[in-house]
């Protein structure tokens, strides 16, 4: 009966706020109230809050785990990612504590707790917004996976303190973890790439990771994210964190289903989320200042504070473990800040167009670490997006002896061609400052190979703005987005995958004329 009920709930009403333009997640937290609402009239049994806390926590594992798989300790030891995650984590706790403490008789602890639940992020709505719009290896997109990164391991943190972890001597073993990491990489390389790749995954999340930690003593949720840090550096790591997206996110359905089980909102609750929903763009405020302090350019700080003005889930994950009596009322303002923040992401290039002006006014006079090139050499053929087609264009212009340039908004993507000895450079084809100093008239054919219509469509308006009169190639994977690609001035369009298909039977027909016929009695294999 709880299957029944709480996924056809929890699938009706995230798809009934998934139209809404707001993320499903708010659906499942309303679905989680429905179940708590309806349990004495369908008859649910004594056991659904039991089952939904142990789906909840393997959901929790698996988010962790998936988290530790993308972390790359480069990205983290950046000034602007570690300086602000603990600058803004230290002046909110601050601001917020000193709120609650005029208006409010909370306990000293109930108060930290409650402004460092508050402090966090959304690790799941900006890695999502991020991942839509194609931007998390933007510039902007990893100084915000990193910097939430960085809270995620501060919640960890509290979690153990605030939850009482005594480890045992036994716990000094997990610093020879790294030693496993070529077992591991084996075990990876042998699961293939199809369902023993998601068991593998499950194993070392849940079994080695979260009952092998609490085992020592130690938190089950940094198990799995040291789980997942270890097999970071394996060139299958995202392919794995990809294959268990679904389930992940399937369980931790189950978490928020919990946290409606745990009680029905009541007008306290209600009045305390709608004050920190009014009081949200503080938090995006002081992203913005701090990125900016840390020298970003305005348009990347205005778009990774963006991406990070929201509560986060991780907030209910501590209320979960040390702070059960304000779950319901944090969970509400998380689905409020959702619900500002999804469309608000969503119009997130318009707004920085339409508030520029203002903006770059605040950026800081001095080189800036995401500078982009106002120059493109001498080259007379530019290509921009340096992924797989955009590469093999790239190659292809260089065999037939063109100057070619790349441009991409990825820095490791133009670190790893650079080391190839390319002519690639940072830039963001979506950033119209970039369009504002970028000089073309050397440049005699361009190629848009980037991954998304919406950026092929805005680099080429951009394009024909600066009223460059030669021909603008531009790939796609569906017709619709060729037609719109062409109405925003692409030349000519390249259905990649049409153009593949043709191709293979181009390379067939050419095997068949080239076989000569075998002897008699032979066998063709």
């Known amino acids: 009966m709880i299957e029944v009920v709480g996924l056809s709930l929890a699938f009706v009403l995230g798809l009934l706020v998934k139209r809404l333009g707001l993320p499903p997640l708010v659906g499942f937290l309303l679905a989680g109230f429905g179940l708590n609402a309806l349990g004495p009239y369908v008859g649910l049994p004594s056991y659904t809050g039991p089952v939904l806390e142990h789906i909840a926590h393997l959901g929790?594992?698996?988010?962790?785990?998936?988290?530790?798989?993308?972390?790359?300790?480069?990205?983290?030891?950046?000034?602007?990612?570690?300086?602000?995650?603990?600058?803004?984590?230290?002046?909110?706790?601050?601001?917020?504590?000193?709120?609650?403490?005029?208006?409010?008789?909370?306990?000293?602890?109930?108060?930290?707790?409650?402004?460092?639940?508050?402090?966090?992020?959304?690790?799941?709505?900006?890695?999502?917004?991020?991942?839509?719009?194609?931007?998390?290896?933007?510039?902007?997109?990893?100084?915000?996976?990193?910097?939430?990164?960085?809270?995620?391991?501060?919640?960890?943190?509290?979690?153990?303190?605030?939850?009482?972890?005594?480890?045992s001597w036994w716990a000094l073993i997990v610093f020879a973890l790294p030693l496993l990491r070529p077992v591991l990489y084996w075990l990876l390389d042998m699961a293939g790439h199809d369902e023993m790749m998601v068991l593998l995954g499950m194993v070392l999340a849940v079994a080695?990771?979260?009952?092998?930690?609490?085992?020592?003593?130690?938190?089950?949720?940094?198990?799995?994210?040291?789980?997942?840090?270890?097999?970071?550096?394996?060139?299958?790591?995202?392919?794995?964190?990809?294959?268990?997206?679904?389930?992940?996110?399937?369980?931790?359905?189950?978490?928020?289903?919990?946290?409606?089980?745990?009680?029905?909102?009541?007008?306290?609750?209600?009045?305390?989320?709608?004050?920190?929903?009014?009081?949200?763009?503080?938090?995006?405020?002081?992203?913005?200042?701090?990125?900016?302090?840390?020298?970003?350019?305005?348009?990347?700080?205005?778009?990774?504070?963006?991406?990070?003005?929201?509560?986060?889930?991780?907030?209910?994950?501590?209320?979960?473990?040390?702070?059960?009596?304000?779950?319901?009322?944090?969970?509400?303002?998380?689905?409020?800040?959702?619900?500002?923040?999804?469309?608000?992401?969503?119009?997130?290039?318009?707004?920085?167009?339409?508030?520029?002006l203002k903006l770059i006014r605040l950026e800081r006079k001095s080189v800036h670490p995401d500078e982009q090139p106002a120059s493109l050499g001498g080259a007379t053929m530019l290509v921009m997006g340096m992924g797989r087609t955009g590469t093999a264009a790239y190659v292809a212009l260089v065999e037939r002896d063109y100057d070619v340039v790349g441009l991409d908004a990825d820095p490791d993507k133009v670190a790893r061609h650079q080391a190839l000895d390319r002519n690639v450079v940072y830039a963001d084809g979506e950033d119209i400052s970039f369009w504002h100093g970028v000089d073309l008239s050397a440049i005699e054919a361009i190629v848009l190979a980037m991954p998304d219509t919406e950026s092929v469509v805005g680099a080429a308006k951009q394009i024909r703005k600066l009223n460059f009169a030669g021909p603008v190639v531009a790939h796609a994977l569906y017709e619709d987005a060729a037609v719109k690609m062409k109405a925003a001035g692409a030349d000519e369009t390249f259905l990649t995958m049409t153009s593949a298909g043709m191709g293979l039977a181009e390379r067939a027909s050419a095997r068949l004329l080239d076989r000569t016929d075998p002897p008699l009695g032979s066998i063709v294999t």
């Open 60 to 167: 929790v594992l698996l988010l962790l785990f998936t988290v530790g798989l993308k972390l790359k300790l480069k990205n983290l030891v950046q000034p602007v990612v570690i300086g602000g995650a603990l600058l803004h984590f230290a002046l909110t706790v601050a601001v917020f504590g000193a709120g609650l403490m005029v208006f409010t008789d909370l306990p000293v602890e109930t108060l930290i707790l409650l402004t460092v639940a508050l402090s966090f992020s959304s690790t799941v709505l900006a890695a999502k917004v991020l991942e839509a719009k194609r931007e998390l290896g933007a510039f902007h997109g990893r100084v915000a996976i990193g910097i939430l990164i960085i809270q995620d391991l501060i919640a960890l943190l509290v979690l153990s303190v605030a939850g009482g972890h005594s480890p």
């Open 208 to 356: 080695l990771g979260g009952m092998g930690f609490e085992t020592l003593g130690l938190s089950s949720e940094l198990g799995a994210l040291a789980m997942g840090v270890i097999l970071s550096g394996h060139k299958r790591s995202q392919e794995m964190s990809h294959s268990m997206w679904g389930l992940k996110e399937m369980f931790l359905i189950g978490f928020f289903l919990q946290i409606g089980m745990n009680g029905l909102p009541d007008a306290q609750a209600l009045m305390f989320a709608v004050i920190f929903a009014l009081i949200l763009p503080l938090k995006g405020l002081l992203f913005f200042g701090l990125l900016i302090l840390f020298r970003l350019r305005a348009r990347n700080a205005f778009l990774g504070a963006l991406s990070l003005t929201c509560y986060s889930e991780f907030g209910l994950i501590v209320a979960a473990g040390v702070l059960e009596e304000w779950l319901v009322p944090l969970a509400i303002t998380v689905a409020l800040s959702f619900i500002i923040a999804a469309p608000l992401n969503r119009m997130a290039h318009p707004i920085f167009e339409w508030l520029e």
